[in-house]
């Protein structure tokens, strides 16, 4: 027989580890890799602290599932979904466009360059900007660059993507309201892709 007390509660009892890591990634996304801790997550999620230690064992296992979930979601929002257009120059169009629009994104991966020297952190801001850089690189490419040419814009880009994010998130820019953002993409867009 189930009891109200142990209904109301057995919600929070389920938590899987996808809700640490996703809860991991809001407090990573507010204030920076040092302030994900299991207490403070535990008292936002409404369960004790033991609840954590049936999906992890400790503090860096959450940080590492969390920072691979949002790699997995970045890649398949946005790297996966702007590979397969055939024109370069739309698929460059298209993958700033989607960098552009995801705010919770950016906000994680500009706490992770912050902390890019943490050992969880380095390989994958490694791996990240290899496969974005590769990405540009070739589209670039495929755009008529020579192949050097097409390097050099593709590190341009990508420098302009992560001074942006650095900018506004960690040195007090103001923040742009929603038209200035969208005419700053579009500059963006007029300026570093052929037309």
């Given at each position: 027989?189930?009891?109200?007390a142990?209904t109301?509660s057995?919600?929070r009892?389920?938590l899987s580890?996808?809700?640490w890591?996703?809860?991991?990634?809001d407090?990573?996304?507010r204030?920076g890799?040092g302030?994900?801790?299991?207490?403070?997550?535990a008292?936002?999620?409404?369960?004790?602290?033991?609840?954590?230690?049936?999906?992890?064992?400790?503090?860096?296992?959450?940080v590492?599932?969390?920072?691979e979930?949002w790699?997995r979601r970045?890649?398949?929002d946005?790297?996966r979904?702007?590979?397969?257009?055939?024109?370069?120059r739309?698929?460059?169009r298209?993958?700033?466009r989607?960098?552009?629009g995801?705010?919770?994104?950016h906000?994680?991966?500009?706490a992770?360059l912050?902390a890019s020297d943490?050992?969880?952190?380095?390989?994958?801001i490694?791996?990240?900007s290899?496969?974005?850089l590769?990405?540009l690189?070739?589209a670039?490419?495929?755009?008529?660059?020579?192949?050097?040419a097409?390097?050099?814009?593709a590190r341009?880009?990508?420098t302009?993507?992560?001074?942006?994010?650095q900018?506004?998130q960690h040195?007090g820019m103001p923040?742009m309201?929603?038209?200035d953002?969208?005419?700053?993409?579009?500059?963006?867009?007029?300026?570093?892709?052929?037309?």
């Open positions: 027989m189930t009891t109200a142990s109301t057995e919600p009892a389920r580890a996808a809700d890591e996703t809860a991991a990634l407090v990573l996304a204030s890799l302030a994900v801790a299991v207490e403070s997550i008292r936002a999620l409404g369960v004790t602290k033991g609840s954590f230690y049936w999906h992890f064992a400790n503090r860096e296992a959450l590492k599932a969390a920072i979930r790699e970045d890649e398949d946005v790297l979904q702007v590979e397969p257009i055939a024109d370069p739309e698929r460059l298209e993958l700033f989607r960098v552009g995801e705010a919770q994104s906000l994680i991966y500009a992770l912050q943490h050992p969880l952190v380095q390989p994958v490694e791996r990240i290899r496969r974005r590769d990405l690189t070739e670039y490419r495929q755009a008529g660059f020579e192949p050097r097409a390097s050099h814009r341009l880009a990508y302009a993507y992560t001074g942006f994010l900018l506004h040195h923040r309201d929603h038209d953002f969208e005419a700053y993409v579009a500059h963006v867009i007029e300026t570093l892709i052929p037309g």
